[in-house]
């Protein structure tokens, strides 16, 4: 269906042709239109207009009132202070825009006029190594910009640069030749076919780290042969590539294991690690250095910036391959945006990664810019984002100092919410499938709106009590309100929502409708700002208002049956906002809680 235009820009439409009507010589000018606590909307873009023009803000304010019509759209336009229109909306407008929204299976959410293709880069574990905290924040933020941007129209494309290559493989292969058993995890007297959990595979990788790192650590003559086995792996010798890749496809179990715990679908086509862009290197170092973007620098080649120096004052420079030949993270990463920029054709290009690697970024980005594989048509972002902390304020640590395990922290997580489900369950009469189900969805929805309700490059505090808390900014909140939503539409029994535009609207029944309305101008801004903590106030604020409209406006003992219809209409259309935000956050909303 057509998408919905808001009152928002109904109204803004309005105000902007009589302002043109009222000052020709102005030409096309904004009303500047916010939502006000006066009225439904307030315009300050007279303000402005009269001073260029050198007119009396009130008396162009009069003329820009007097040129726009009322009774359909606008029920009531005045001016207010020097020159602000305060403007309220008809009662009817409100009903007939969210009834042409709850007719749309997008809620009259448009798609983007200048959509485009977006490679977006989030979740980049390391083989052979546990997940832990750390990793959290670019999962959860780059699925949920990945929906986001998906809704709008955008075509994106998944990467996740997994660290899978390197100095240490050298070290992990050779001891693995040596020591061929130890990767081997089934059981005593299993079965061939047994499947490996993703905690077997990653406690064997594990293992075979700790022992291999202790033996290159403490044998010089084991340290000679890793180092040498990297050479081969880098030449593609057919033996060490069979055990790397074993490496690879454990780490995958483990992977795929922990981001099905988040809730999350990884498809292994999207997995493209640095070895993906191993055979591109040579020719990447070749052409920086060819067109002089690159220069040699103590048999380094350098990348050279002005505005970044070190603390004895001499630039600090991109290293794109090391004295020793070998090749650093700059090469891989410039190689990836040759690869995404030629071959997947994107035109923008998001990288969710610690704001700590701020630095490395801005200039693989101007390096790339200096070759020309970044232009006026293809831009790219780092998506920063900040550190999880602790109640302390400081990083979160385990007891003992150790970085906390992903895995440990999402089981909490669950353990604690399916707590507060199984007690709030004897109400609803849940079964024990639902109870466990629930509390997997509102524990793991709780890690990620905790995550994404705070603007990404802020740092915040990991605290489970709040997370898990009914009351508050906490998806919890947003999932009850969602379930108390869809029980009163079950308890209507026959009686169906129905939009009556007839009906005078309540204040509450005002605020909540206003607000349902300003979802596609939410999902607009927050994937333009790549911005996914803008849906979850929306979110939070739609079930504020809906409790508030829940406590002032009886539903099923409404005063007429066209009353009682016309609020559960008001229901329904919040219930499926709810769920629609919530999805695009990747957070569920069970329909009993």
């Known amino acids: ?138 999962a959860v933020i780059g699925a949920a910009m990945v929906q986001i941007l998906e809704f ?53 990788l594990n293992r075979l780290y700790k022992a291999s790192r202790a033996l290159f650590d403490s044998d010089e003559e084991f340290k000679t042969r890793a180092r040498a086995r990297v050479v081969d792996l880098q030449a593609g010798d057919p033996q060490t590539l069979s055990l790397w890749q074993r490496f690879v496809d454990e780490s995958k179990i483990y992977f795929y294991s922990v981001f099905h715990k988040l809730d999350m679908d990884i498809q292994d086509p999207d997995v493209v690690g640095e070895s993906g862009y191993n055979d591109m290197l040579a020719e990447t170092c070749k052409l920086l250095e060819d067109s002089g973007v690159a220069v040699r620098s103590n048999g380094a080649l350098c990348v050279f910036f002005d505005e970044y120096k070190g603390p004895d004052g001499n630039p600090t420079p991109l290293i794109v391959q090391k004295s020793d030949g070998g090749f650093g993270y700059a090469a891989t990463d410039l190689s990836a945006i040759r690869n ?24 693989v980005f101007e390096t790339a810019r200096r070759a020309g594989w970044l232009n006026d048509g293809v831009k790219a972002v780092q998506l920063a984002f900040g550190t999880v902390l602790g109640k302390d304020g400081k990083p979160f640590k385990t007891r003992e100092g150790e970085t906390v395990r ?13 707590a507060v489900v199984r007690e709030k369950s004897e109400k609803i009469g849940l079964t024990e499938e639902e109870i466990v189900s629930n509390g997997r969805y509102v524990g793991i929805g709780a890690v990620k709106y905790a995550d994404l ?84 106030a929306f979110l939070f604020q739609l079930a504020t208002l809906y409790s508030t409209f829940f406590d002032q406006c009886p539903v099923l ?18 219930a499926r906002t709810l769920s629609k935000g919530m999805a695009l956050l990747g957070i569920r909303t069970p329909e009993r809680l």
């Open 340 to 363: 995404r920029v030629g071959e997947l054709k994107a035109d923008t290009l998001i990288y969710v990664v610690d704001a700590r690697q701020s630095l490395h970024f801005k200039m």
């Open 152 to 204: 709008t129209g955008e075509k994106v494309v998944r990467r996740h640069h997994i660290g899978d290559w390197g100095t240490q493989f050298g070290m992990l292969i050779q001891y693995l030749l040596e020591h061929p058993h130890e990767l081997d995890h089934k059981a005593e007297g299993a079965a061939e076919d047994v499947e490996v959990s993703g905690e077997e595979a990653m406690s064997n």
């Open 557 to 574: 003992k409404a005063d007429t049956a066209e009353q009682m219809e016309n609020r559960l209409f008001l229901c329904d259309l919040t």
């Open 406 to 418: 992903l895995v440990d922290l999402l089981d909490e997580a669950v353990e604690r919410a399916t």
């Open 1 to 138: 269906m057509a998408s919905v235009p808001s009152l928002a820009s109904s109204v803004n439409q309005r105000v902007a042709d009589a302002l043109a009507s009222a000052l020709p010589e102005a030409g096309a000018a904004d009303p500047l239109l916010r939502r006000s606590d006066r009225a439904d909307f307030q315009a300050n873009g007279i303000l402005a207009l009269a001073k260029k023009a050198k007119a009396n803000p009130r008396e162009l304010a009069a003329d820009v009132v007097g040129a726009i019509p009322t009774g359909d759209l606008i029920q009531e336009i005045e001016v207010s202070g020097p020159g602000f229109l305060n403007i309220t909306i008809t009662d009817r407008a409100i009903v007939e825009t969210l009834a042409a929204r709850a007719a749309d299976d997008r809620l009259g959410v448009p798609y983007a006029a200048n959509a485009g293709t977006t490679v977006i880069d989030y979740a980049q574990p390391n083989v052979a190594k546990e997940m832990h905290v750390g990793h959290l924040r670019s």
């Open 453 to 536: 309700s705070t603007s990404a490059g802020r740092d915040y505090k990991f605290d489970l009590d709040q997370m898990v808390s009914l009351t508050g900014d906490t998806s919890v909140y947003l999932q009850y309100a969602y379930a108390r939503n869809r029980s009163i539409l079950r308890k209507a029994g026959e009686t169906k929502p129905v939009a009556h535009p007839e009906l005078a609207l309540a204040p509450a029944e005002r605020a909540l409708g206003l607000h349902i309305d300003q979802f596609g101008e939410v999902i607009a801004d927050a994937a333009a700002e790549y911005a996914p903590h803008k849906v979850a």
